[in-house]
């Protein structure tokens, strides 16, 4: 269901490396000042033409994006400063006596390990040998299946962050039953490439041809790397198996179909019907030996992958383990190994020219591994009890707007408003931080075994899904850490969080003009607000079950708002060849709009009947609009961008400030004249909610 989270995830994390939180660039800034908050403008430029240069064109000018990253803007400028902080804290409770087996040992000792280079180094790829040896022991293909089936981790995420990639072949997200949201169900989705996407092997275009001669001389360099002989061979057949794997995949528009990847399968339904793969031996070693139902989510890849682990040679397969094992812990391994992955996913794919400094890599998968553990440090000396309260309290103006917003809706049914209100009555709603905090009493971190607390850290995350299944629901459980830049939408549990990374200037700032903190982080709440109401989120009910709470005519009309924002949306063309994809990107394009009009119903509601104070000049509702679109301000290297497109639900910043085409409010407030470039008919506008 496209991505519930406020932010594309390529250009904001290495997530080919497994790293969820983005940090990069090396200075650590202080907090932008609320004085010339509206800085970055281009004056020259009408609102109406080109609203985006209009709010942040001098600041696209003059903004260089950092050698260490693939992108640069206000999220992710945040995000390196929340990083900085978080390193800090890091080192102190590595000076501190927190005594063995506490959060904070713990997260002190992890960082520690991989801030060992000379000690990494000094190990090389002994550390890796056991794998590899387990690898060259599989015999046949139950040998195989249950290698496999060791690989399977809690990895991916379908509906609230939506990390749609896994290098393994099949990954594991366990979450509520769409059907029966009473109990956890294990949902297993397709993995097993090693470049982002079925695209980057099928798409016939110059760029991508391009990267893929790189992608296959990269096999064989990590392979050579790892001592392996034969190496330019077994890359090719590494390769073919990847692109045969590619070719069952479901595409990205499809994957985020919550219909269509509903599908329950018994245990005996997998191995019918997707025969080739012997499950038994693959679920066994997968620790998921009693469970009896399945949420299968790209039957054609299941069934297709589960063919080929039939059809191709176990050498082929052997290759292909190898390399995978490699990758999946580059970054633990020499710093051969770890330039080599850098120069290809780096380099060639993101654009980026300068690894990130090693400090940096260490905050994220120490946030990656005990990303509670360190959030708890966080909150506890950077999110102010005032802070929660004031979030608090836009909140509840933001829900109030919606529901009234509901109520005025002419074209909805009575019956239909009522349940999106009784929907919108039950939204759990998380602020800063979870309510308790995840126990990481089971996790064993062992100062200088970088490799092996990697292992077990994933490890760890995978059998706490499993131990789930079979236990109440809990809808307190967050899918965020509190320290990342970032907010999500939660479907199944119909709850939201807003981490205290992004409850900051310059989404929120108290001393500056409500108007603006409104555009900024009002606009994000209603985004998450929205998404119960997106395409995707309209088809769950109030307790998070997939049911049509719709009459026929309401949801046709509903469509049809929904076509029209696609047909916006594909327009956006930022290079001939690659265009936004409306149907990929609508889930978050609807939440933009909709969240868009309820923080501006929202503001006005807090204002009562007086009119919002004037700042440099502009009127309330130009700050509103401007602090919104200066929360997009953003800069990407050209394949980072490329990738955005192609694997993710979010469309880049630029087109997402474009949104205030659609609200009323917007022409009024910067006299946008027919001849305008962004002028929609009031017909054109979409209003979905
Ligand atoms: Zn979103």
Redesign the pocket.
């Known amino acids: 269901m ?5 932010m594309n995830a390529a250009a904001n994390a290495l997530w080919l490396l497994g790293i969820s939180a983005a940090v990069a660039a090396s200075i650590v800034a202080a907090p932008p000042p609320a004085a010339g908050a509206l800085a970055g403008m281009d004056r020259s430029v009408q609102p109406g033409v080109d609203f985006n240069q209009y709010a942040n064109g001098s600041w696209l000018r003059s903004t260089e994006i950092p050698p260490d990253r693939s992108s640069t803007g206000v999220g992710r400028e945040l995000t390196e400063l929340t990083a900085g902080r978080t390193a800090e804290l890091i080192r102190q409770s590595a000076a501190s006596t927190a005594p063995a087996g506490s959060d904070e040992r713990k997260v002190a000792d992890y960082y520690a390990s991989f801030m060992d280079e000379a000690g990494i180094e000094a190990k090389g790829l002994t550390v890796l040998k056991p794998t590899l040896d387990r690898i060259a022991a599989i015999s046949d293909r139950v040998t195989l299946a249950r290698y496999l089936g060791s690989t399977l981790r809690a990895d991916v995420d379908v509906l609230n962050a939506t990390k749609l990639y896994t290098d393994n072949v099949l990954g594991l997200w366990v979450a509520q039953d769409l059907d029966d949201p009473s109990r956890y169900a294990p949902f297993l989705l397709q993995g097993g490439l090693g470049m982002p996407d079925r695209d980057y092997y099928l798409l016939d275009s110059p760029h991508m041809a391009d990267i893929r001669s790189h992608y296959r001389a990269h096999i064989a360099a990590a392979l050579t790397l790892a001592g392996i002989a034969d190496a330019e061979r077994k890359a090719a057949d590494v390769y073919a198996l990847e692109l045969r794997i590619a070719s069952t995949h479901s595409t990205r528009v499809e994957s985020q179909d919550v219909k269509r990847g509903d599908n329950h399968w018994s245990r005996a339904q997998l191995q019918s019907n997707a025969p080739g793969l012997d499950w038994q031996a693959y679920l066994g070693a997968a620790g998921l030996e009693a469970q009896q139902q399945f949420i299968v989510w790209q039957p054609g890849a299941l069934t297709g992958i589960a063919a080929l682990v039939a059809a191709e040679p176990l050498a082929t397969w052997k290759a292909y383990l190898q390399y995978h094992a490699i990758e999946h812990n580059a970054q633990f391994l020499s710093r051969a190994v770890v330039a080599e992955q850098f120069t290809f996913y780096g380099k060639v794919l993101q654009g980026t020219p300068q690894l990130r400094e090693r400090w940096k890599r260490a905050v994220s998968y120490t946030d990656d591994a005990l990303g509670e553990a360190v959030g708890k440090l966080y909150v506890a000396r950077y999110f102010p009890p005032a802070n929660k309260a004031a979030i608090e309290a836009m909140v509840r103006n933001l829900v109030s707007a919606f529901a009234t917003r509901i109520d005025a809706l002419e074209w909805m049914a009575p019956e239909t408003k009522l349940e999106a209100k009784a929907k919108l009555t039950a939204l759990k709603v998380g602020i800063g931080y979870p309510e308790r905090w995840r126990d990481y009493s089971g996790l064993k971190v062992l100062r200088g075994d970088a490799f092996g607390n990697h292992a077990r850290a994933e490890m760890f995350a995978y059998r706490r899904s499993l131990n789930k299944l079979g236990t109440p629901v809990d809808r307190s459980e967050w899918c965020m850490t509190p320290q990342l830049v970032n ?3 939660l479907p199944a549990m119909n709850a939201l969080n807003f981490p205290a990374g992004i409850l900051q200037p310059p989404y929120f700032d108290a001393a500056r003009p409500a108007a603006m903190n409104y555009g900024a982080i009002g606009a994000i709440i209603g ?2 607000i929205s ?1 119960s109401f997106d395409d995707q989120g309209a088809l769950f009910d109030a307790a998070g079950r997939l049911h049509n709470w719709w009459t026929p005519e309401d949801f046709a009309h509903f469509k049809a708002s929904a076509e029209q924002l696609i047909a916006q949306f594909n327009a956006y063309r930022p290079f001939p060849d690659l265009a936004v994809n409306g149907k990929q990107t609508l ?2 394009n609807i ?2 709009v909709a969240g868009l009009g309820a923080a501006l119903s929202a503001y006005r509601l807090s204002l009562g009947d007086t009119p919002g104070p004037l700042l440099e000049g502009f009127s309330a509702d130009q700050q509103f609009f401007l602090s919104f679109a200066q929360t997009w301000r953003a800069k990407y290297r050209e394949p980072t961008l490329r990738q955005i497109i192609i694997t993710d ?2 469309s880049p910043d630029q087109y997402r400030a474009s949104t205030v085409r659609n609200l009323d409010a917007w022409y009024a407030a910067f006299e946008v004249k027919p001849a305008d470039a962004l002028y929609l008919t009031p017909g054109e506008r979409v209003r979905m909610w």
């Not at 496209?2 to 406020?6: L, P």
């Open positions: 496209g991505c519930r989270s406020r907010a999500v939408n985004h998450e998404h889930s978050e939440a933009d639900g979010h």
